[in-house]
């Protein structure tokens, strides 16, 4: 098991900044693909980003490209979402998420085995 708590949500104007961070506990963090996903009121909860398990490779969808960074610390345990430049349509609530080896496909939520209990983070105009 792995149990993942997220933090750094809140409000903040369009434009502003957010970082997001997941504190992993449980099976040695190291193991697993870590990703970010988000979900808006009446939408599916869609990939955000992700980041290789020794944090050498990182993916972005492209809504966020260029001003969302994933990165992780696996001697903290830590994985981070930084956000610049957010827009309203950035507000959703954000999940992090394990993915075990064996499940290549890294934008898809059936590919992570564990989930946090999400992270609010709403953009104001």
């Known amino acids: 098991q792995v149990q993942l708590v997220e933090s750094g949500g809140g409000l903040v104007q369009a434009g502003g900044s957010l970082r997001l961070s997941c504190a992993a506990s449980g099976r040695t963090f190291s193991d697993y693909g870590m990703g970010w996903f988000r979900q808006a009121p009446g939408k599916e909860r869609e990939y955000v980003a992700s980041?290789?398990?020794?944090?050498?490779?990182?993916y972005y969808a492209d809504s966020v490209k260029g001003r969302f960074t994933i990165s992780r610390d696996n001697a903290k345990n830590t994985v981070y979402l930084q956000m610049n430049s957010l827009k309203l349509e950035d507000t959703a609530i954000y999940y992090c998420?394990?993915?075990?080896?064996?499940?290549?496909?890294?934008?898809?939520?059936?590919?992570?085995?564990?989930w946090g209990q999400g992270t609010q983070v709403t953009v104001s105009s």
């Open positions: 998420a394990a993915r075990p080896l064996g499940r290549p496909i890294i934008t898809a939520t059936g590919s992570y085995a564990y």
């Open positions: 980041v290789s398990r020794n944090g050498g490779s990182s």
